[in-house]
């Protein structure tokens, strides 16, 4: 396990916040690493040699950079609390504002939020930006480890 440590830590450009994987990455962003004994997500294999623990749980970049191999900018997560942590808008979004939707009828926005497994609705906007705040609201009600939307407050 030394000598697997001393390759992964060569790999690191240590800085004051983020410390980056310079290594193989993922096109999402996300490093690679060998561990001797099978491929592994980088950030999965640093936070596994700060706590001895190997992790089965999902790991959350608090600074939302998916290179970052920083312990203190990693946490051990369920799949819900990874998820309520998501930053901005999904790829694919037309409106901008994460869980903000068009719809059929020209010059409404719909908004919901996700939570437990559940759709809420959250009603019907005439524009975008009103919609994107009624759901950023409701996130920050209802979610633990919404951090995105906290330090966006």
């Given at each position: 396990?030394?000598?697997?440590e001393?390759?992964?830590?060569?790999?690191?450009?240590?800085?004051?916040?983020?410390?980056?994987w310079?290594?193989?990455?993922?096109?999402?962003g996300?490093g690679?690493?060998w561990n001797?004994?099978?491929?592994?997500?980088?950030?999965r294999?640093?936070i596994?040699?700060?706590?001895?623990v190997?992790?089965a749980?999902h790991?959350?970049?608090?600074?939302?950079?998916?290179?970052?191999?920083?312990?203190?900018h990693?946490?051990?997560?369920?799949?819900?609390?990874?998820m309520?942590?998501?930053?901005?808008?999904?790829?694919?979004?037309?409106?901008g504002?994460?869980?903000?939707?068009?719809?059929?009828?020209?010059?409404?926005?719909?908004?919901?939020?996700?939570?437990?497994?559940?759709?809420?609705?959250?009603?019907?906007?005439?524009?975008?930006?009103?919609?994107?705040?009624?759901?950023?609201?409701?996130?920050?009600?209802?979610?633990?480890?919404n951090?995105a939307?906290k330090?966006?407050?």
């Open positions: 396990m030394r000598a697997a001393e390759r992964f830590w060569a790999k690191v450009n240590k800085t004051e916040g983020c410390w980056l310079t290594a193989a990455c993922t096109r999402t996300y690679h690493f001797g004994e099978k491929m592994q997500q980088a950030h294999f640093s596994e040699l700060v706590t001895g190997a992790t749980e790991v959350d970049h608090t600074c939302h950079t998916p290179a970052c191999v920083n312990p203190s990693l946490r051990r997560v369920s799949r819900k609390q990874n309520e942590n998501r930053r901005g808008a999904n790829a694919t979004n037309k409106s504002f994460r869980g903000v939707s068009k719809t059929n009828t020209p010059g409404l926005w719909q908004a919901t939020v996700c939570h437990n497994g559940k759709q809420i609705h959250l009603g019907y906007f005439t524009d975008a930006e009103a919609a994107g705040e009624a759901a950023k609201s409701k996130r920050l009600e209802l979610f633990t480890h951090d939307d330090n966006a407050a």
